[in-house]
């Protein structure tokens, strides 16, 4: 069986501060170093509902309203993050390397979040990670290249954007 070394990850969380805001949504797609899929997870997390209309609000979430619904509305089929953090666990030991790297854009963020709400994940996760958004500003600022991919702040979608992007800047690289 083929192991992944690239664990892509995008969260969905109620904010970006990870004291006050959750996770609701993860998406993971585990690649090898030539960024070949070899497995894929998804999972909604349960969250209060009143923490999420507290944290929801403002400007992101009034631009962003049709992901913000349909965010809350998934919430209610949702699991408890242990029980998420369990299932990655147990991916992470069938379809990966133990030399595991976090993929994505502006991951720094999402580690914020694993880190406090799912520490044994963390403790899997190598300290080097491959983050998108480092070529993206070397892209757009010293090359005036710019790749767009779409936002829809989901995080299946979202994280195969990022992987596009990242192929699209090894392009230049031939």
């Given at each position: 069986?083929?192991?992944?070394?690239?664990?892509?990850?995008?969260?969905?969380?109620?904010?970006?501060?990870p004291v006050k805001d959750r996770i609701l949504e993860v998406a993971v797609i585990a690649t090898d170093m030539q960024l070949n899929q070899i497995?894929?997870?998804?999972?909604?997390?349960?969250?209060?509902?009143?923490?999420?209309?507290?944290?929801?609000?403002?400007?992101?979430?009034?631009?962003?309203?049709?992901?913000?619904?349909?965010?809350?509305?998934?919430?209610?089929?949702?699991?408890?993050?242990?029980?998420?953090?369990?299932?990655?666990?147990?991916?992470?030991?069938?379809?990966?390397?133990?030399?595991?790297?976090?993929?994505?854009?502006?991951?720094?963020?999402?580690?914020?979040?694993?880190?406090?709400?799912m520490p044994e994940l963390n403790s899997k996760l190598h300290y080097r990670m491959l983050d998108v958004s480092a070529w993206k500003i070397y892209?757009?600022?010293?090359?005036?290249?710019?790749?767009?991919?779409?936002?829809?702040?989901?995080?299946?979608?979202?994280?195969?954007?990022?992987?596009?992007?990242?192929?699209?800047?090894?392009?230049?690289?031939?």
């Open positions: 069986m083929k192991r992944a070394r690239l664990l892509w990850i995008d969260l969905e969380m109620t904010g970006l501060d497995a894929t997870y998804e999972a909604v997390v349960k969250v209060d509902e009143k923490l999420m209309k507290e944290r929801m609000v403002g400007k992101f979430w009034e631009k962003n309203s049709e992901s913000r619904d349909a965010l809350m509305a998934q919430n209610a089929s949702g699991k408890p993050i242990k029980e998420v953090e369990k299932e990655l666990l147990d991916f992470v030991a069938k379809k990966c390397t133990k030399e595991l790297y976090l993929a994505g854009n502006s991951i720094h963020q999402d580690r914020k979040f694993i880190e406090r709400e892209f757009e600022k010293a090359l005036n290249k710019k790749f767009t991919k779409p936002e829809k702040h989901r995080a299946m979608s979202d994280i195969v954007g990022s992987m596009e992007e990242l192929k699209w800047y090894l392009t230049f690289l031939k």
